[in-house]
Each structure stands twice: as structure tokens, then as C-alpha cells.
């Protein structure tokens, strides 16, 4: 288990990096989805020490931290109202310059 | 019943940014409501800061009762307090100048509720003691900076604020990551614990990737060179009140964070991230001079030096004796002041140009129908170049005894250097704007920004130029309470470790059910 989300934590972290580096935005907005999810993933981990069983079942040794959970919950909530609003400048940012690509999204050059 | 002050500086903006969104329909009422809430919080933080100067403890609020490295606490000590003040008093500074701004976006009814969230957030992560709690205010100050600047009456607003958001994003997970290594090694996030636990055994493994996370997340807040990009673009558009407050109080949050990294939660570390720092904040100090004297707007002009002044910042804190530490604290507290009254001063300036910007092809000679703003542009630029009476030559002085007291007279030499740059595109500005000839066929409008915030900035930096001492000996203190995190843990580890000498009355904990918290679920 534990090798299963440490692997699904690094693939993730190398898609997010991979397409946070591309030139179209919303590619770029993608990547850092997945880059979020991949270190929400990784807070997750960091309490579910066996994550096989979920919190106050008490096995000694097999039970799950509830901690990290709430902090993924707030992490994800907080997150989710980021990317909104990361869409919503996406989406004035392409109708008024009428591109999507990075490069020519900088006006702000004096 | 004291230490409810070290919650208090938070939830004042907050209760009152959720009644200032009722009044959305009466904007006069908005206005003064936001305005009084704003002077309300800053008096409870100037209680706060006199308690803590009088008592020599920290104040600890127990958010719902629930026991320290259990729940939530709120730490009010020197440090927190201090910077809590400055970034008040800007606050404030800024909403009376949004209130006497011809800027439309302060005219729309959901200004005065997200600045007021803004204040909450930069007072939030300076007063709490948990890292996550931590995180989640820095989101809700970066959202609201954002969402502020992307209303901006620059239509290239949207594009300042994409580009700072993106880049904040990336540092919340950073953080969250940080979040995660000194949880799954340490199992607390509470920041006295985690100082206690780490000093026990700073072994673990994921010790160093937190280190390097945190430090690369106060990096990018305070604009230290590596992660600086986003900052001249991102301040140059934001509406003025706005741009005042985020270049002078919340890149403060980094200086903070910096603080706290060296000397609470990993003094095992203090050696590399003082040596980065130097390193850093010399080059911060030239490339922001020098990306200030050739910038051709004013308002980029100020944001780039912001970046040189925080240069000198962390070069002091990282020479890391306690008279460089003590002037790494003056600095900080001066600069908020003279740099929010000179932005304001330049959207002054701005609002009055024909086309409502401030560069300076546009602005050239409009000064010579406001002269008083003209002089209180001088006396800042002068605070700004740290020359005598005002506070930024306090501030330079107390920076350079720093540097020759700690030996360091390689970069105290460099940031000299880089010190004189300030001079050369301060006095460039002043003789652009107030000299030089009016270019033909621009005219000034008859109207435009009070100078009402900023002519009271400019006073307190006078101010504070000509008696200095209160200040200073503030940050003696703040430098001794530093250097003694023993206090900080006693304080809020009350009654929880059997090292404890004696239970502190002024540690007391609330009664549960009296306050909720505030943001977290």
C-alpha cells in the first residue's frame, strides 16, 4: 500500500510538473491541478501509517491518523475556490487577448 | 481574560468584513464601517503589543479551549505583535486613501469586504501558532490580494493577478507540502511543539525537504530574488490603496517567516538559510536598485525597490547578531511606513494625470500645480534614501552598526553600494515629476486622490525619524524575546511538559464555546 501511493505520488508530481511547464494555460492550470492532488495526496499519506484502516478502529498499529484527513479536507476546499478563480482569469485572459498561449499572455512589459 | 488580544486583531476584520458585505447596498456606511473596524483591530493590536512589552510573555489564545498541541492556538509574542501593528497601521493608512480615491474599482460594492478579509488573513499568519493554520491564512490573504488587483482599474489587471495567483498556488502547495514532512515526521504541526520535537531529534529525514519548502515559500512571499518575477508586474497593476498595502506590509510576511524559520523552528538550520539569505539579499538589493532606476513609471519604480529594500532586510537577518536582527526589525517597521505613503503619493500623482497612469511620460511636470504633494514626495523619497530626519536613515543606520558589528564588511560594503541607488532613481522621479517642464498639451486634472493617508504616513515617519527610541528599544525586546524561544514554548506549552517552571496567568485559555475559530474546518 504504502509503495502504491508513494509511486501514484511521484507519477503524479512528474504529469503535474510536466504539463505545468507547457506553453497553453490551461494545460499549465491542469498541471497544477494535479501537482495539488499529488501533495494532497502526499499530507494524506503522511497519517494513514498502514492506510488500511480508517480512523479510531483500533488494531494497534493498523489505525489511520484522522488529522492529515481534515487537513486534505480544508486543503482541497481551500484549493477547489483557487482553481475556480485561476479559471475564471483563464477565461477573461482568453477572451480579451484571445489566445491561450503563455507567451503571448504578457502585456505587462514596460 | 488577556490573552483573547492575541485572537483579537483577526477577528475583528473578519466579523467585520462579513458586516461590511450587508451594507453592500450603502456605500458611505461601507466605507466608515470598514474604516472603523480597521482602527478598531489596530487598537486591540496596539493592546496587545503593550501588553507584551509590559509583561515580557507571550499571549496564547486556545481556539475553542482545545489544549496546545492539541488545537488551534493564536500566539501573540514581540515578533507577532510588532509586525501585526505595522501591517494594521498600513491598513488602515490604505483604506482611508481608497476612501478619497477616484479609482472605480474601490467604488464596487465587494471592495471593502475583501480588503478587510486581506487584513485578516496577513494579521492571521502573522499571530497564529500552527503551520497549517498558517497555510490557510496566506490563502485567504493571497486570494483576496489577487481578487483585488484583478478588479483593478489597469486593464492589465487581470493579468497581474493571474500571474501573482498562479505563482501563490505553487507556493500553497509548497507550504502544504512543508505541512506534510514535518507532520509525518514529528506528528504536531502546532509550531512550539514541532521547536520542541525537533530540537529532540533533528534527524528526520524529512527535515531538510520542510526546511527547503518553507524557505522557498517565504521566498516567493517576501520577492527575494530567485522567486522575484512575479512582483513588479503584479504591484504595478494593482489599484493604488491595494498596491500600498501589498508592497509594503504583505511581502513583510516573508521577513517574518524567515524570523521565525532561524530562531524557533529549525535554529539547526540558522547557518544555511543565513548564508542564502546574504547571498540573496545582496543581489535583491542591486537588481532592484538597478531594475528601479530603469523603470519608466512610477508605480513599477516603487515596486522594484520594494524588492531592494527587502534586500537589505534579509541581508541583516542574515548576519544574525542581535544588533543586525534589531535593525532587520526597524527596517522592516519603517520601510511599511515609507513605502505605503510614497505609492500612495504616486496614485496621487497618477489619478491626476490626464490618462490615469504614472508613467512617466505622462506624468512629467504635472507636479507644479500640487507642490504639497511634491514635498511630502520629498521627505519620503528622503526616507526612502535614508537621509536624516526621517526614519529610513534610522533604519539604514541601525543596519550598517549591524554590518560593522558583525564583521560582515564585504556585503555591508555591497548593500552600501547598492544603498546609493536608491538615491539616484528616487531624486530621478522627484525631478521628472515637480521640475522638469510640462510636456505640451498635457494638463493636469483639477481632481484627484486626497493626500490626506499618505501626509499622515509621511508624519509618522518623521515622526519616528526624530525620536526613534521607543521604537528601537521595541525591537531590542522583540530581538531578546527572538533569541529565547524557550519563552515562546513555556508560553504556549503551559501545564503540558513537566520542564514547564510554573503555570503563566497570562497563558490562559478561553472558555470553550466563547469564539469559534475563525477559518478552519
Not at chain 1, 503522511?46 to 491518523?65: F, H, I, L, N, T
Not at chain 2, 493590536?45 to 509590559?54: G, I, P, T, Y
Not at chain 2, 503540558?496 to 464555546?513: K, Y
Amino acid at each position: 500500500m504504502i509503495l502504491i501511493t508513494s509511486l501514484a505520488i511521484g507519477l503524479m508530481f512528474g504529469i503535474g510538473i510536466f504539463q505545468l511547464l507547457r506553453r497553453n494555460v490551461l494545460r499549465s492550470a491542469i498541471g497544477l491541478v494535479i501537482i495539488s492532488n499529488a501533495v494532497n495526496l502526499f499530507l494524506l499519506s503522511s497519517g494513514a501509517y498502514w492506510g488500511e484502516s480508517p480512523a479510531y478502529v483500533d488494531a494497534a498499529g493498523q489505525r489511520a491518523d484522522a488529522l492529515p484527513q481534515a487537513l486534505v479536507l480544508t486543503a482541497i476546499v481551500i484549493a477547489m475556490a483557487g482553481f475556480a478563480f485561476v479559471m475564471a482569469m483563464i477565461y477573461i485572459l482568453a477572451v480579451r487577448y484571445q489566445t491561450t498561449d503563455l507567451d503571448d499572455l504578457s502585456r505587462l512589459r514596460y | 481574560m488577556e490573552s483573547i488580544l492575541a485572537v483579537l486583531p483577526v477577528l475583528i476584520p473578519l466579523a467585520g468584513a462579513a458586516v461590511a458585505m450587508l451594507l453592500r447596498r450603502r456605500r458611505r456606511a461601507q466605507e466608515s464601517w470598514a474604516l472603523g473596524v480597521m482602527v478598531l483591530a489596530l487598537g486591540s493590536s496596539c493592546a496587545l503589543l503593550w501588553v507584551v512589552w509590559h509583561e515580557e510573555t507571550a499571549l496564547v489564545y486556545a481556539m475553542g479551549g482545545w489544549q496546545p498541541p492539541f488545537g488551534i492556538v493564536m500566539v501573540g509574542d514581540a515578533l507577532s505583535a510588532i509586525m501585526v501593528v505595522m501591517s494594521q497601521l498600513v491598513l488602515c493608512a490604505a483604506l482611508l486613501y481608497a476612501m478619497g480615491c477616484k479609482d472605480q474599482c474601490t467604488y464596487y460594492p465587494m471592495f471593502y469586504p475583501v480588503f478587510l478579509a486581506l487584513g485578516t488573513g496577513l494579521s492571521g499568519a502573522l499571530l497564529t501558532g500552527d503551520v497549517f493554520n498558517l497555510f490557510v491564512f496566506v490563502e485567504l490573504m493571497v486570494i483576496s490580494g489577487a481578487v483585488l488587483t484583478a478588479i483593478s482599474d489597469d486593464k492589465l489587471g487581470t493579468e497581474a493577478a493571474f500571474k501573482y495567483f498562479y505563482i501563490s498556488m505553487l507556493a500553497a502547495v509548497f507550504l502544504l507540502l512543508a505541512c506534510g514532512c514535518l507532520y509525518a515526521s514529528y506528528g504536531t504541526l502546532n509550531m512550539a511543539d514541532l521547536s520542541v520535537r525537533i530540537m529532540a531529534d533533528p534527524s528526520a529525514p524529512l527535515l531538510p525537504v520542510a526546511v527547503v519548502s518553507l524557505l522557498v515559500v517565504f521566498m516567493i512571499k517576501s520577492a527575494v530574488v530567485p522567486f522575484h518575477f512575479w512582483q513588479p508586474d503584479f504591484h504595478t497593476a494593482a489599484p493604488t490603496p491595494v498596491h500600498a498595502v501589498l508592497s509594503s506590509v504583505v511581502v513583510k510576511l516573508g521577513v517574518y517567516g524567515f524570523l521565525r524559520m532561524n530562531y524557533l523552528l529549525f535554529p539547526m538550520y540558522m547557518e544555511q538559510v543565513q548564508g542564502a539569505l546574504i547571498v540573496l539579499g545582496v543581489v535583491g538589493v542591486f537588481f532592484g536598485g538597478l531594475g528601479a532606476a530603469g523603470t519608466y513609471d512610477v508605480k513599477r519604480m516603487l515596486a522594484y525597490s520594494t524588492m531592494a529594500q527587502i534586500g537589505f532586510i534579509v541581508v541583516a537577518i542574515g548576519w544574525g547578531t542581535p544588533l543586525a536582527l534589531m535593525a532587520a526589525i526597524v527596517y522592516a517597521f519603517n520601510h511599511s511606513l515609507i513605502k505605503a505613503a510614497m505609492l500612495m503619493l504616486a496614485g496621487t500623482v497618477a489619478s491626476r494625470a490626464p490618462v490615469k497612469t504614472a508613467a512617466f511620460s505622462m506624468v512629467t511636470g504635472l507636479g507644479r500645480s500640487f507642490p504639497m504633494t511634491g514635498a511630502l514626495f520629498l521627505l519620503g523619497g528622503m526616507a526612502l534614501a535614508g537621509i536624516p530626519p526621517t526614519n529610513g536613515f534610522v533604519s539604514k543606520m541601525a543596519v550598517f552598526q549591524g554590518g560593522v558589528e558583525a564583521e560582515q564588511l564585504g556585503s555591508l560594503g555591497l548593500i552600501a553600494v547598492g544603498g546609493i541607488i536608491t538615491l539616484v532613481y528616487v531624486s530621478r522621479a522627484f525631478s521628472r515629476i515637480w521640475w522638469e517642464a510640462p510636456r505640451e498639451g498635457i494638463r493636469p486634472k483639477a481632481y484627484g486622490d486626497r493626500v490626506t493617508a499618505p501626509a499622515l504616513l509621511i508624519g509618522l515617519c518623521l515622526l519616528l525619524g526624530l525620536w526613534a527610541e521607543p521604537l528601537l528599544k521595541l525591537a531590542g525586546m522583540t530581538t531578546q524575546s527572538l533569541q529565547d524561544p524557550q519563552a515562546y514554548i513555556n508560553a504556549v506549552m503551559v501545564g503540558t511538559h513537566d520542564d514547564t517552571p510554573e503555570p503563566d496567568h497570562t497563558a490562559s485559555v478561553g472558555v470553550p464555546g466563547d469564539h469559534r475559530e475563525p477559518v478552519t474546518e
